[in-house]
């Protein structure tokens, strides 16, 4: 049983800096990781994807150049480093997990966190 577990969110001004953490349990170590949001009254939107040994990434045009995603097997635990941040990167962030990285071009995790609130205000 995979369960993923959040943690870093918060609220921040624009420009500043938020690093949030997926910590996972379970046999994940050699699953594809992700991050994903969702804002007030938006549906929920892909942001990065990294492969299991890191060797890949995938980004969002919305958020290439100021996010950045990490991944220490050794400890289960995925990273997001969020920088330059604007109004419009609020929402609710994801952690999810996969087997599968990308396929067909599309990244679909079976496995979801609760989420954690990332607010920035201008």
């Known amino acids: 049983q995979v369960q993923l577990v959040e943690s870093g969110g918060g609220l921040v001004q624009a420009g500043g800096s938020l690093r949030l953490s997926c910590a996972a349990s379970g046999r994940t170590r050699y699953y594809a990781m992700g991050w994903f949001r969702q804002a007030p009254g938006k549906e929920r939107e892909f942001v990065v994807a990294?492969?299991?040994?890191?060797?890949?990434?995938y980004y969002a045009d919305s958020v290439k150049g100021r996010f950045t995603i990490s991944r220490d097997n050794a400890k289960n635990t995925v990273y997001l480093q969020m920088n330059s941040l604007k109004p419009e990167d609020t929402a609710v962030y994801y952690c999810?997990?996969?087997?599968?990285?990308?396929?067909?071009?599309?990244?679909?995790?079976?496995?979801w966190g609760q989420g954690t609130q990332v607010t920035v205000s201008s």
């Open positions: 990294i492969n299991w040994n890191g060797g890949s990434t």
């Open positions: 999810a997990a996969d087997p599968n990285y990308f396929t067909s071009g599309t990244y679909s995790p079976h496995y």
